[in-house]
C-alpha cells in the first residue's frame, strides 16, 4: 500500500484547510486510516482515525482538534480527506497519514505503533 498526502500549505490562524491522502496498491487490506501531525521539535502527535471499510464511517479525534478537524473517506476515490477548520498557530506541523491493517478498537487508533503504512508528510503552516 502505498500513501500520498497532499493539500497543506500556508494559512492565516481561523482559516480552513483540507488535506487528502490517496491510497493505491492492495488498498483491500486496508481497515482504519488515520492522520498524525508532527511540529518541530515535538514528538508526532494523533489527530483523527476513520474506519475504512463498511457503512458507517465511524472516527476517533484527538481532543485538541474535535469540532474543528473533520475525517471523511471516499471509498470510490480510495481517499482520506481531513477538513480543518479555525486553525490555530498550534496546528502547525507536518501531517502525514497512515493506514492500519488490523481491526483495532477506534479508540486506539491514537497508537501509531498500529499502523502499517505510512505516507510522506504535508506541511501545514498557520500564521498570525
Known amino acids: 500500500v502505498q500513501l500520498q498526502a497532499s493539500g497543506g500549505g500556508l494559512v492565516q490562524a481561523g482559516g480552513s484547510l483540507r488535506l487528502s491522502c490517496v491510497a493505491s496498491?492492495?488498498?483491500?487490506?486496508?481497515?482504519?486510516m488515520g492522520w498524525f501531525r508532527q511540529a518541530p521539535g515535538k514528538e508526532r502527535e494523533f489527530v483523527a482515525a476513520?474506519?475504512?471499510?463498511?457503512?458507517?464511517?465511524?472516527?476517533y479525534y484527538a481532543n485538541s482538534v474535535r469540532g474543528r478537524f473533520t475525517i471523511s473517506r471516499d471509498n470510490t476515490k480510495n481517499t482520506v480527506y481531513v477538513q480543518m477548520n479555525n486553525l490555530k498557530l498550534e496546528d502547525t506541523a507536518v501531517y502525514f497519514c497512515g493506514a492500519v491493517r488490523g481491526r483495532p478498537i477506534l479508540s486506539t487508533l491514537w497508537n501509531g505503533e498500529l499502523y502499517d503504512y505510512w505516507g510522506q508528510g504535508t506541511q501545514v503552516t498557520v500564521s498570525s
Open positions: 476513520i474506519r475504512w471499510n463498511g457503512g458507517a464511517s465511524n472516527s
Open positions: 496498491g492492495r488498498t483491500q487490506n486496508i481497515n482504519n
